[in-house]
């Protein structure tokens, strides 16, 4: 007898990797929960193991970091093992999904692999037929790094082409998909007091910064060959810059916001001599690196935007890991106004703080009188705090974009294009030469990052 046909399914390549026990089952866990992708999706869990799927799941709760929901985990899971190797396990997998889809059904394949796989399984995908060139109903997630240089990133999306249409396929970048990522454009364009003053004559400069407390966990291997130029900056940095630099869109159609991004992407440099590189003390010992690598665990880079808009405009990017705190942020940082300059008054500047993580919200920096008697200023913050708002749980990241790619909404999504851009200008920093700075304490960091710009971050 033939199964109720599923509205949503979702196949996962790579279903026993971290990213798939940290992220994906989580988030589609609490989508099930709350009914938003539909009563009757099912998570296809894709792997090389011998599991069934009870042994699956047994696996799941020894291993995901956080106690997974295995209930409802039981309801949505089948695990099928395939090796992305053998063509014949594709076919499997066909018929698997065939029996419980309808003609109504939209599948998402996640390829939650090393993009070096991407090729392979896209290649036996498209050689069984499991996905029609074309067909809306099919999409295909990837997550970054989509490649590692601009031209392997060329090399994987040329053979994804050969399989998919630039409109089947969705590249993850989960900083889309956080609240105050998507929020950006809103404080930008739906408030005149910034909307107004979003340029090169009242910008001082803007700071992008993400900072990690961890080192590489387990994913040595990995993150060895990527250094935090791939990592964070290629992707999440370059994305929240060009949305922070962007010029007015025509619409907010997607199209439209990509074209301007991208017209910022093209437009970036960097400076060599007011950038700085690191590597945490103890990172070559770690597991699956090699003990003489030179990979760079932290970024300090001094960025310029040569467009109308922003030329002259620094816009310092960080990133690292074992640094003092976890942080994400963007700090625009207005001039100083006609009259403290004239009266060399010993004010602060006013600032916006897109706070990203631990809290999402905006902050506004503001000089004040200091309450009472006492003739003094000092500097205060307007702040707005979006999960002290918001009723019930924030949702996360991955779970807005799972149901964009589900919904078939792409402007979350990097496109083509924009990859192609911030490959380009990743390959030109790498291109140069550079010390690695190793550190124990992200202290030497920040003071050499005051000699190189005189920036405190
Ligand atoms: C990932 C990187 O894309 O982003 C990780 O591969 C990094 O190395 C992570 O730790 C940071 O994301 P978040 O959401 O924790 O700031």
């Known amino acids: 007898m033939r199964n109720t046909p599923m509205e949503n399914i979702i196949v996962i390549f790579g279903a026993t990797g971290d990213l798939t026990m940290r992220k994906l089952l989580p988030a589609l866990t609490r989508l099930k929960k709350n009914n938003d992708i539909g009563r009757l999706s099912k998570v296809v869990a894709v ?27 039981k309801d949505m899971v089948d695990y099928v093992k395939t090796d992305i190797g053998h063509v014949d396990d594709f076919m499997r997998l066909k018929e698997h999904l065939r029996a419980m889809s ?6 998402l394949y996640y390829f939650a692999v090393s993009p070096s796989l991407f090729p392979v399984i896209a290649g036996n995908i498209h050689q069984v037929g499991l996905v029609q060139k074309g067909d809306k109903q099919a999409r295909i997630i990837f997550e970054k790094p989509f490649g590692n240089s ?29 609240e105050m990522i998507q929020n950006l454009l809103t404080v930008r364009f739906a ?4 909307e107004d003053v979003w340029h090169n004559r009242t910008i001082k400069n803007v700071k992008i ?13 990995y993150y060895d060959d990527a250094g935090a130029l791939s990592d964070m900056i290629q992707s999440h940095l370059l994305q929240m810059l060009s949305l922070v630099a962007m010029d007015t869109p025509m619409s907010y159609h997607s199209t439209d916001v990509k074209k301007e991004k991208i017209k910022v992407l093209e437009h970036i440099a960097f400076e060599p001599k007011q950038s700085l590189f690191g590597q945490y003390a103890g990172y070559t010992k770690e597991h699956d690196v090699a003990p003489d690598s030179k990979t760079e665990t932290f970024v300090f880079l001094k960025a310029l935007v040569n467009t109308p808009r922003f030329k002259g405009v620094p816009f310092y990017l960080m990133t690292g890991k074992k640094l003092e705190v976890k942080q994400s942020m963007i700090i625009i940082e207005f001039e100083e106004t006609n009259e403290q300059r004239k009266w060399k ?20 920096m503001l ?3 200091v309450p009472g008697l006492k003739d003094a200023v000092h500097e205060v913050e307007l702040e707005y705090c979006v999960a002290c708002q918001a009723v019930g749980n924030m949702p996360e990241a991955y779970e807005k974009l799972l149901l964009d790619a589900f919904f078939g909404h792409k402007s979350l999504f990097a496109d083509w294009c924009e990859i192609e851009r911030s490959w380009r200008f990743v390959d030109s920093i790498r291109k140069t030469s550079y010390d690695l700075m190793i550190y124990d304490h992200y202290d030497a960091l920040y003071e050499q990052i005051i000699t190189l710009t005189g920036e405190v971050i």
């Open 47 to 73: 792997g090389r193991r011998s599991f069934d799927t009870a042994a699956y799941l047994d696996y799941v709760t020894k291993n995901a970091p956080e106690t997974p929901d295995i209930k409802t985990l």
């Open 150 to 178: 601009l031209e392997s990133a060329t090399a994987i999306n040329d053979a994804l082409y050969e399989a998919f249409d630039e409109h089947q396929i969705y590249r993850i970048d989960h900083y889309l998909g956080k």
């Open 345 to 364: 008054l010993p004010l602060s500047t006013n600032k916006l703080i897109i706070k990203i993580a631990p809290l999402d919200g905006v902050g506004l």
């Open 102 to 107: 309808g003609p109504k059904t939209v599948t």
């Open 209 to 221: 910064i993400v900072k990690e407390t961890d080192g590489v966990l387990n994913r040595g291997a």
């Open 191 to 194: 408030n005149r007091i910034f």
């Open 367 to 369: 000089n004040s009188k």
